[in-house]
């Protein structure tokens, strides 16, 4: 079990850019979340995978943001013309959806920062 | 919509003494799951303890421990004999079914005082 991996772990962006992030989960779990903490908040739902299925998206996700988990493994999450609002931590979890309630496994984050 | 809450932005318990973490939700649904996790400082999110709606008994984890009062819709953590390493940001989170979503709350800072 080598953990959920996260990268980059830090990206600093001039508003207006695209960026990328990329989320890693531990091999066997078939589900990945993303979500979203701003700094003295709880982290907030982005969005969800089952396999490659994209499942649910938060209201939060505004059309510049868009998440793939191609043959479901990894998982993308990018931002389109980013905006200094979209700084934040940016969290990916994953857990073993098998019928019962797995603990999500969260990575370290990636932290944007948007000038 | 569901909604975490955490009425104490921030706590403090001396080392060796016991904290307790408060936490309300409001839902409709009568079957969910209720968590506890803990976030170091630059340090990922870690599950601390976890509490089935439809058990009446309180989960225990070693010195973590929780008062689950459904009716009243509070699920709070205890934890004994505190230590140094038990400094963090502490969220209570809540969800509905086996694949959905976590509802955080805004969290609690817990120091611990040597």
């Known amino acids: 079990d080598t953990g959920v991996s996260q990268n980059p772990r830090h990206k600093i962006t001039k508003r207006g850019q695209n960026v990328t992030f990329r989320c890693d989960p531990i091999?066997?779990?078939?589900?990945l979340y993303w979500y979203r903490q701003t700094l003295g908040q709880g982290p907030e739902f982005l969005t969800y995978f089952q396999n490659e299925a994209q499942l649910e998206k938060s209201r939060l996700l505004s059309d510049r943001f868009s998440a793939e988990r191609p043959k479901g493994s990894f998982s993308t999450l990018e931002i389109q013309r980013t905006e200094q609002g979209d700084s934040a931590m940016y969290l990916c979890?994953?857990?073993?959806?098998?019928?019962?309630?797995?603990?999500?496994?969260f990575g370290n984050g990636t932290r944007l920062t948007v000038t | 919509a569901q909604t975490v809450t955490q009425s104490q932005p921030e706590m403090s318990v001396q080392e060796a003494e016991t904290v307790t973490l408060s936490c309300t939700y409001d839902t409709s649904e009568s079957d969910y799951y209720l968590f506890w996790y803990k976030q170091p400082p630059s340090r990922q999110m870690i599950l601390v303890i976890r509490?089935?709606?439809?058990?009446?008994q309180n989960a225990t984890e070693n010195r973590f421990s929780v008062n689950f009062q459904k009716a009243a819709k509070s699920f709070s953590l205890k934890i004994s004999d505190s230590q140094l390493g038990d400094a963090a940001m502490y969220f209570c989170a809540y969800q509905v079914g086996y694949g959905n979503k976590l509802v955080f709350g805004a969290g609690t800072i817990l120091r611990v005082k040597s």
């Open positions: 979890a994953s857990s073993l959806g098998t019928g019962f309630v797995s603990p999500l496994h």
């Open positions: 091999s066997e779990h078939n589900r």
């Open positions: 509490q089935e709606a439809y058990k009446q």
